[in-house]
């Protein structure tokens, strides 16, 4: 596979889900920085486009799954929201629900998009790193 279509694929699925990005560019035999620089961009690209397309997304959300619905829940994520706000919810995001939804998520339980973003993107550079580590660490044991 050129080298070309393997980048391609790696930013997609770190768009997607990131924690699957990285375990594929290392069977793909990437160099593991390249694997999370990409990953790590596809991610934040990914969120970046929810909260840019911002209120249709929200509106899209809402009427999907009501507000209070989502407030009435007391899983994982609306903990993870309540307990650690923008913050948190931006750097466990991308692990938990991936980048994307992780952004239409937050703009839904009221984040604002400018304090969303860039907690989004450091949790997406955060968990590239984790997760191109864990591959390569996984790679180069399986090879021995």
């Given amino acids: 596979m050129k080298l070309a279509w393997k980048l391609i694929t790696v930013f997609a699925l770190g ?5 699957a990005a990285a375990p594929a560019g290392v069977v ?4 593991p ?3 999370c620089v990409v990953a790590a961009l596809g991610a934040v690209a990914g ?26 829940r007391r899983g994982l994520l609306f903990r993870v929201w309540q307990r650690y706000g923008v913050i948190g919810w931006g750097l466990l995001a991308p692990l938990l629900v991936g ?18 973003l860039p907690w989004l993107a450091a949790g997406s550079v955060m968990w590239s790193v984790v997760f191109s580590l864990l591959a390569a660490l996984g790679s180069h ?3 021995r």
Avoid: D, Q
């Fill in 15 to 19: 768009v997607a889900e990131l924690w």
């Fill in 28 to 31: 793909m035999r990437l160099n």
């Fill in 33 to 35: 920085l390249l694997v």
């Fill in 47 to 72: 969120g970046t486009v929810v909260i840019l397309l911002g209120e249709r997304v929200k509106a899209w959300l809402e009427r999907k799954r009501k507000r209070e619905k989502l407030e009435e």
């Fill in 99 to 116: 980048s994307p939804l992780g952004a239409a998520f937050g703009l839904v339980l009221g984040a604002p998009p400018r304090r969303l």
């Fill in 141 to 143: 044991f399986m090879t």
